[in-house]
């Protein structure tokens, strides 16, 4: 039995409001008609109050400590419904336990591992009707958690809140798999040693926003960073890791040592690519590698991937000093097979042989 009591929405969408809605979502516009809700108090109660409640504004003090310090963590999975009627997600767990390590970067209190992956399933239960039904769509999970105490003094929130909102997405490539072009931004850093890089934090996201203005200024979709110290090694997008596939067949992906997101899909792809025994090496990579190599051809494919479009071919790359085309700027073949199976995995088409999908309803 759930924990989580239920405050049904007084006016839900109706059925026939909701199909028009789930034809063709645009991303992260449209939310299903609940959310989930658990809050956090420092002093004797802890977590309390497990709730789904109508998705709707939230009352805050404008004092409220997040709008001031950016005290903030989220996550994003997916629900997919599967050819045998069961709805079902993605290695949660990897998620959820991602989700202990950004709290604690960020001072926020965990929350049990048990707690998130029940909070996923009491919405999805109650708002199934939102997880489409078309190929490549799903429902998108949005957990998060803020420090929601009315207090403008620094320090740790006393009283913090988690939800999980839900939207869902429409295939994130309508006319296929197209090729992105990137912009490498060698002026400003996402993250340094000893930051928060490795956290999955709003602020983080707030510091990219000026590079991806700049990716768009020169003609480009997404923003690749390099790190911190050096400026010539690879670290990754914005919100997706990058990875790198040698002419031979062989992989290299900068190591998420301490300033990279770890990626559940990055994590997922490197073990579907050494279970086709190709090597897989992670290592900095340098630009100035990386651009010789697309030169010679010694690199054959570049791809991001995260979990919103799992993975991304990189068809161009351009910064300062130079602009390159990958290949022939067409998706690569490891790339695309590595897209098929993964995705088919997820919607429950390929056998899961590493145990990764979970079952929500
Ligand atoms: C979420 C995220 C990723 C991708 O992680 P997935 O678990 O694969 O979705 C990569 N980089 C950053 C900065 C992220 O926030």
């Not at 802890?46 to 409640?53: A, E, F, K, M, Y």
């Not at 990754?236 to 596939?245: I, K, Y």
């Not at 067409?330 to 199976?341: C, D, F, K, N």
Request: net charge negative.
């Amino acid at each position: 039995m759930s924990r989580f009591a239920i405050e049904p929405h007084p006016s839900p969408v109706s059925a026939s409001e909701r199909a028009g809605l789930l034809e063709s979502p645009a991303f992260g516009t449209v939310f299903s008609d609940h959310m989930a809700r658990i809050d956090w108090r420092a002093e004797g109660v802890g977590w309390h109050d497990h709730r789904l409640v109508p998705y709707g504004p939230l009352e805050l003090m404008p004092a409220t400590s997040v709008l001031h310090y950016a005290q903030e963590i989220f996550e994003g999975l997916k629900a997919y419904r599967w050819p045998d009627g069961s709805i079902r997600t993605f290695r949660p767990t990897a998620n959820a336990e991602r989700f202990g390590l950004s709290a604690r970067r960020l001072a926020l209190p965990e929350l049990p591992v048990e707690d998130f992956l029940d909070s996923l399933s009491a919405l999805v239960e109650m708002d199934q009707g939102w997880v489409p039904t078309g190929v490549g769509t799903s429902l998108y999970l949005r957990p998060f958690m803020f420090a929601s105490e009315s207090f403008i003094g620094v320090r740790a929130a006393h009283e913090v809140s988690y939800l999980v909102i839900a939207s869902p997405v429409g295939a994130y490539f309508k006319g296929g798999v197209a090729p992105v072009s990137i912009w490498v931004d060698q002026r400003h850093h996402r993250a340094g040693p000893g930051g928060t890089g490795s956290a999955k934090c709003g602020g983080n996201y707030a510091g990219s926003l000026v590079s991806q203005e700049l990716a768009y200024a020169h003609g480009c979709e997404q923003v690749l960073f390099l790190d911190a110290l050096t400026s010539s090694n690879l670290e990754e997008l914005g919100g997706m890791n990058v990875v790198v596939v040698m002419a031979d067949g062989s992989v290299v992906t900068p190591p998420t040592s301490g300033t990279i997101l770890e990626g559940v899909t990055r994590s997922s792809l490197l073990q579907l690519i050494r279970d086709r025994d190709l090597e897989v090496d992670e290592r900095p990579v340098e630009l100035a590698e990386l651009l010789a190599g697309i030169k010679s051809g010694q690199v054959a494919e570049v791809f991001a991937c995260g979990t919103a479009a799992v993975v991304t071919p990189v068809g161009w790359l351009a910064g300062e000093d130079f602009e390159v085309a990958v290949g022939d700027s067409q998706p690569g073949a490891l790339t695309m097979s590595l897209y098929e199976e993964l995705t088919g995995i997820q919607y429950g088409l390929r056998e899961d042989k590493h145990g990764w999908t979970h079952r929500l309803v």
